[in-house]
């Protein structure tokens, strides 16, 4: 019966020890929170607003690497064209961002900063 006594250590006679076992589990914790999804969130949320702000005119790029000037938008649809007199149609989530004056993609904003 000893045995399992001194396996148990000296965090098993007082509750101090398995506290202070837990620390670094939730510094790591914390750590990826702020590193890794509270940026995910962050630009998922500005996604989100991009998508909401669509109106016809802008210039934008699909995930697909399709570059479009909106012609016509429904709740779930968009249509671009592409060309002229070319139109196509995608789902809202499928497009990517806003496109410059240049005629590039707009370059991604840390969502960390």
């Known amino acids: 019966m000893t045995g399992v006594a001194y396996a148990a250590g000296p965090a098993a006679g007082g509750g101090v020890g398995s506290i202070g076992q837990f620390i670094p589990l939730i510094l790591i914790f914390a750590v990826f929170y702020f590193m890794l999804i509270r940026p995910q969130q962050k630009q998922a ?4 607003q991009f998508l909401n702000d669509l109106k016809t005119g802008k210039k934008i790029v699909t995930k697909g ?3 479009g000037t909106i012609t016509r ?3 779930t649809v968009v249509t ?3 060309a002229e007199n070319v139109r196509i149609k995608v789902t809202r989530a499928s497009i990517a961002g806003p496109l410059t ?3 590039l993609p ?3 904003k ?3 900063g």
């Open 45 to 48: 949320k500005q996604q989100k």
């Open 65 to 67: 690497g399709i570059h």
């Open 73 to 75: 938008l429904s709740d």
């Open 80 to 82: 671009l064209e592409i």
């Open 101 to 103: 004056k240049e005629g």
């Open 106 to 108: 707009a370059p991604a």
């Open 110 to 112: 840390p969502a960390g």
